[in-house]
Nanobody
């Protein structure tokens, strides 16, 4: 099995910064894409940022210039540096990873448990 464990969520004032981290462990043969999604109360879950195994990144338009995603392939971790936070960034943030556990089978999607980010006015 594969586990994704997030850390770094919390309460911060508008304009502040937080750094989220996610560590993948378990039966990992290869990590493909990794990323972060978020879901606010009453809203759909949305992609925040994603990074491929080759290092290409994509960001939601609302976070471009403020958030930076990165990964460490030697440690099976992905991080999200969040700067200039706004109240509308308040949500539960979920780590995502596309993982090959058996080299003879396709990759599967895995999700972390979620970590709360609250940005106050």
């Amino acid at each position: 099995q594969v586990q994704l464990v997030e850390s770094g969520g919390g309460l911060v004032q508008a304009g502040g910064s937080l750094r989220l981290s996610c560590a993948a462990s378990g039966s990992i043969f290869r990590l493909n894409a990794m990323g972060w999604y978020r879901q606010a109360p009453g809203k759909q879950r949305e992609l925040v940022a994603i990074v491929t195994s080759g290092g290409s990144t994509n960001y939601a338009e609302s976070v471009k210039g403020r958030f930076t995603i990165s990964r460490d392939n030697t440690k099976n971790t992905v991080s999200l540096q969040m700067n200039s936070l706004k109240p509308e960034d308040t949500a539960v943030y979920f780590c995502y990873a596309e993982v090959v556990t058996n080299r003879l089978k396709p990759a599967n999607d895995y999700w972390g448990q979620g970590t709360q980010v609250t940005v106050s006015s």
